[in-house]
Structure formats: C-alpha cells, structure tokens
C-alpha cells in the first residue's frame, strides 16, 4: 500500500491516495506500514522538498501526516504556508511531530514529542477517519441497511403484482415522511429576518434532497446585538438533518441570569457547541463546521469564530471582496478544541455573506498561487443590492452542473448596512 516518492510529478499521484506520509525519513516506519494496511489505506511517502511537483494534484490526497525530526524544520515558515494551503483545500493535517511555530499555525492536529513510534495507534485511527470523511464528505462508515417499520412486514405470496403493491405504498409512506421532516426542520428557520431601515437581510436555503444537513439562525439578542451563523453537518439526508437539529439547540447566543443576561462571545458560542456535540460521543464520527457571528448594531462592529467552515467574506464598495480568515477545529470531534475570534470595524454601504461549502462551485475555488479566486458571476451578484444580489445568487445556485454525488446542500446568509 505504500509508494516512495517517484522521479517524475505526473507518476507522483495518479490515483486517490488516502495518507500522504511528508517526510525526510528514507521510508515509513515498519509498524506504520503494516497499520495502513491493515486499515485498507494507500499511503505516498513524499520529501519536503518535493510538495511543489504534486501541488496540483491535493484533489487526489486524502490527509496528510508531517513526520519531522527537528533538525529537518530549516524553514518552518516555509512548511506553515503548505500547511496553511493544504487546509485550504480541506485536507486534514496530522503531526507526529512538530516545530513550536508549527504546532501554532495547526492547532488541533495529533502531536507526538517523539515521532511515529510513539503514536497511540487508535488515537491515529481516529484522527484519520475523521480526515477522510471530512475530505470525502461522508461519514465513511458501514451502515446497516434500513429495516421497514414492523407495521409493513406482512406475508404476500410470491406474486408480483402483491410485491410491486407493497413496494410502491413503502416509497410512498418514506416520501411522505420524508416531506413532513423537511417541513419540521424548516420550522427551525427564522421566520422573520431583522430588517430595519439600516439593516437588510437576505437568505438562500436549498437542500438537495427533502431534508437538509445545513442550517442557519439570525436572533436579535438585545436592543443592539443580532447573532447569526451558518451550520453544515458534513453528510446528507436524515442523519445529517437531525444533527442540524440537534445544533439549533444546542447552539446557545445568550444566557438569562434571574432578571438579567449574558451575550456569549462567538468563541465561548463555538466552545460550548463543541463541548456539547463531542460529549454527545455520535455515532459514524459525525461532525459539523460552523460560523458564528455577532453584530453590534449601533457601533456596527462584528466580532465572528469559526469551526472548519468557509470563511466569512466582506464586501466593500469599490474594493474586490475579502474572505476574513480565522482558525477553528471542527465541532464534535475533540473537546479540548481551541477556538478564537476577531473583530472587524464595519461601514455603510458594507455587505457580509456566509455561505455552507455546497455554494463553493458558483462561489470561489483556491489556487495555490494566487490564493482565493471568486467566480465572475459571484463578483457580479455581490454589486447589487441585497434583495437583488440574493435573487441573482439563488439562480446561480440551482443552476449548477455537477454529477449527483457531488451536488451539495446550499445556504446563504448575508446582510447589507444601507
């Protein structure tokens, strides 16, 4: 299962390789290599001086795995930016070991003082299969198929009129349960946005299917402060819709103490959302990204966190649009996550959109050379106003091409200061 790396960049990765193992050592470590194939898992082992001849291919990596001896971190900056870009594309990075400077710029990746042969081989397990579903966007797990209720289970002749009649009214039964479910999860929508003469709203809310694994909420907390956040549970259907529902809940804006209240600062929202999801120990290693935002509306300052999710992208008249980058682990894997926040000053005339990554297709791609790359028609919608530009949005949305496995829930959640 495991490759060293090869003499040209075209014959480097030809297929989808789960690790990629980034090291100078002169092979992977005995022990490492029987887990990998143990685990069903492909692995490329690649010098550091080597990541530029398959920079543009991370389509075909799954996670990545940094097993550095100190002397090798001659320039830890250096391999900060191939972190910084590998996480851009949604690739898990795990340290087995790790210059200071780069256990800074990663945060909660696996560390081991003392390289792979002191790895907890569960703990690494783990760690790779969250990568991997996160990277493949699906749980990754065997599931049991699903049983029809014990009122469906009758005995029928083998004849297949009788067979077809009960397949039918089971197809029916699921789609109509299905159609009540999108309806209850719709019911946690805000069913009003907080519009005033200074403030308009806009939202875009498309699943792929009845039921959506991406949510959102807008809540005026006081006479000044709204909080609002795009959710997305990494999966699809009715696993995924019910996780979402289980956010809304759990996703606390604001705490009331006897006759008075706390507004939760948007690290301390994604803090406790995440202590919550990982204590819940969910089944499938199921995990969500988020961003949290909270407004101050008289001074018209933001402060916003993030967890795995697309950046939050400002929009300035006059000026091309800015992602407001910001670190932040996933929810519901590690409950000793880290996570921080930032403020930012805004103006009149300003627009703030988030967005759930299933928009990235019309929204924006990275390129490791000039970083991140909105769409022309992205650029143009975000010139109107905002009724007008999430009209302009919405059709872009529905009017994507892409194959079915690849189509994603889509949400979008913006306001304009007029």
Same mark, same amino acid.
């Given at each position: 299962?495991?490759?060293?790396?090869?003499?040209?960049?075209?014959?480097?990765?030809?297929? =989808?390789?789960?690790?990629?193992?980034?090291?100078?050592?002169?092979?992977?470590?005995?022990? *490492?290599?029987?887990? &990998?194939?143990?685990?069903?898992?492909?692995?490329?082992?690649?010098?550091?001086?080597?990541?530029s001849e398959?920079?543009?291919?991370?389509?075909?990596?799954?996670?990545?795995?940094?097993?550095?001896?100190?002397?090798?971190?001659?320039?830890?900056?250096?391999?900060?930016?191939?972190?910084?870009?590998?996480?851009?594309?949604?690739?898990?990075?795990?340290?087995?070991?790790?210059?200071?400077?780069?256990?800074?710029?990663?945060?909660?990746?696996?560390?081991?003082?003392?390289?792979?042969?002191?790895?907890?081989?569960?703990?690494?397990?783990?760690?790779i299969s969250v990568n991997l579903a996160y990277r493949k966007k699906s749980p990754g797990m065997v599931v049991k198929p699903a049983k029809p209720p014990r009122g469906t289970i009758k005995t029928f002749s083998n004849r297949l009129a009788d067979q077809l009649m009960v397949t039918e009214a089971m197809v029916d039964n699921i789609s109509e349960q299905l159609r009540l479910a999108s309806l209850v999860q719709r019911d946690f929508l805000p069913s009003a946005l907080p519009n005033n003469e200074h403030l308009r709203w806009g939202t875009c809310f498309l699943p792929?299917?009845?039921?959506?694994?991406?949510?959102?909420?807008?809540?005026?907390?006081?006479?000044?402060?709204?909080?609002?956040?795009?959710?997305?549970?990494?999966?699809?259907?009715?696993?995924?819709?019910?996780?979402?529902? =289980?956010?809304?809940?759990?996703?606390?804006?604001?705490q009331t103490l006897g006759d008075d209240y706390r507004i939760f600062?948007?690290?301390?929202?994604?803090?406790?959302?995440?202590?919550?999801?990982?204590?819940?120990?969910?089944?499938?290693?199921? &995990?969500?990204?988020?961003?949290?935002?909270?407004?101050?509306?008289?001074?018209?300052?933001?402060?916003?966190a993030r967890a795995g999710h697309p950046y939050p992208v400002l929009i300035r008249n006059g000026e091309a649009p800015k992602q407001l980058e910001i670190?932040?682990?996933?929810?519901?894997?590690?409950?000793?996550?880290?996570?921080?926040?930032?403020?930012?000053?805004?103006q009149e005339g300003d627009k703030i959109l988030l967005y759930s990554d299933g928009a990235d297709p019309f929204v924006g791609h990275f390129d490791d050379k000039k970083g991140f790359i909105f769409t022309d028609e992205f650029t143009e919608a975000i010139q109107l106003p905002i009724d007008e530009m999430f009209e302009r949005i919405n059709t872009l949305a529905q009017?994507?091409?892409?194959?079915?496995?690849?189509?994603?829930?889509?949400? *979008?959640v913006g306001f304009e200061i007029l």
């Open positions: 299962m495991t490759r060293a790396g090869k003499s040209t960049s075209d014959d480097l990765l030809v297929d =989808f390789t789960d690790i990629l193992y980034f090291t100078d050592h002169q092979q992977v470590p005995g022990w *490492l290599q029987k887990f &990998f194939k143990q685990k069903g898992l492909s692995c490329l082992r690649l010098p550091v001086s080597r990541f398959i920079a543009h291919r991370l389509d075909l990596i799954g996670t990545v795995l940094i097993d550095l001896k100190d002397k090798e971190f001659a320039q830890p900056h250096k391999l900060a930016k191939i972190i910084e870009l590998l996480e851009q594309n949604s690739i898990g990075v795990i340290l087995l070991n790790a210059h200071p400077e780069i256990k800074k710029k990663t945060g909660n990746g696996l560390v081991s003082d003392n390289g792979a042969d002191d790895i907890n081989p569960d703990e690494l397990w783990l760690r792929t299917e009845w039921v959506s694994g991406d949510i959102y909420d807008i809540a005026r907390l006081d006479e000044k402060h709204i909080g609002f956040y795009v959710a997305d549970v990494v999966g699809h259907s009715m696993p995924a819709a019910l996780l979402t529902i =289980f956010i809304k809940q759990a996703l606390e804006m604001r600062a948007p690290y301390e929202v994604m803090h406790n959302l995440n202590v919550k999801m990982a204590g819940q120990k969910l089944s499938g290693y199921q &995990f969500a990204t988020c961003c949290y935002c909270l407004l101050d509306t008289k001074t018209l300052e933001m402060t916003y670190r932040g682990s996933l929810l519901g894997i590690f409950e000793q996550a880290i996570y921080k926040q930032q403020s930012i000053q805004l009017r994507q091409n892409a194959d079915l496995d690849e189509i994603d829930d889509i949400t *979008l």
